[in-house]
């Protein structure tokens, strides 16, 4: 992702410094990649203040945000970020939103050293990149999904396994009793399957029926 970042920084004009920040469950962000400290700094800002294009991007109505140093409106709109911005030596900062099947997945902050505002292609080519950034963690997230979902059903196997050789229980019955344990115990069929697995004990020490 921060090969990304550097070749669009070279590929759209004008711009200088890049990020990119997800949204995770619960709606907090987590920074995944920056082209430096400037980069670093502005999502710093923005976040703690809780104000900027990025902040209104990823959860307002409007999927590309610009704010333009000097810009009477942009200054009222945000009073905390807007002095900041220009402190940075940026002139536009330039917020737009990752989205994948209709999800929002993040956005990826732009920031102008020199210019007046980004110009028409800036716009066209910053949301070519943002959604190859979104399709590129939505097939990551997915990849991992996919990792996971084969490793819990092997970790539940090689449990269910030891059951059926300990208690003489058939696969289903062995299944079965685990998923009860589970549900009984709010605890995950992984994590049951698990302490199985590792210590060859099952929570509470119950026994099949």
Do not use: C, F, N
């Given at each position: 992702m921060e090969a990304l970042l550097r070749s669009s920084t070279q590929a759209v004009p004008g711009v200088g410094h890049m990020s990119i920040t997800l949204l995770e469950r619960g709606g907090t962000v987590r920074p995944l990649a920056t082209t430096g400290d400037v980069a670093r700094?502005?999502?710093?800002l923005q976040w703690a203040l809780r104000e900027g294009p990025s902040v209104d991007a990823l959860h307002g109505d409007e999927p590309i945000v610009g704010l333009h140093a000097g810009c009477p409106q942009d200054a009222a709109r945000w009073p905390e970020l807007a002095p900041r911005v220009d402190a940075l030596g940026l002139c536009t900062v330039l917020a737009v939103r990752m989205a994948w099947?209709?999800?929002?997945?993040?956005?990826m902050t732009l920031g102008c050293d020199t210019g007046q505002g980004p110009a028409p292609e800036t716009i066209v080519l910053a949301t070519a990149f943002a959604?190859?950034?979104a399709a590129t963690v939505?097939?990551?997230?997915?990849?991992e999904q996919l990792e996971l979902a084969m490793v819990t059903r092997?970790?539940?196997?090689?449990?269910?396994?030891?059951?059926?050789?300990?208690?003489g229980l058939t696969a289903d019955a062995a299944f079965a009793y685990l998923r009860r344990l589970s549900q009984n115990g709010n605890v995950k069929l992984r994590d049951v399957a698990d302490q199985l697995r590792l210590t060859g004990r099952l929570p509470g020490e119950e026994w099949p029926s």
């Open positions: 700094r502005l999502d710093e099947e209709r999800k929002t997945l993040g956005v959604a190859h950034a939505a097939l990551a997230r997915k990849a092997q970790e539940i196997g090689q449990a269910v396994g030891i059951l059926m050789e300990r208690y």
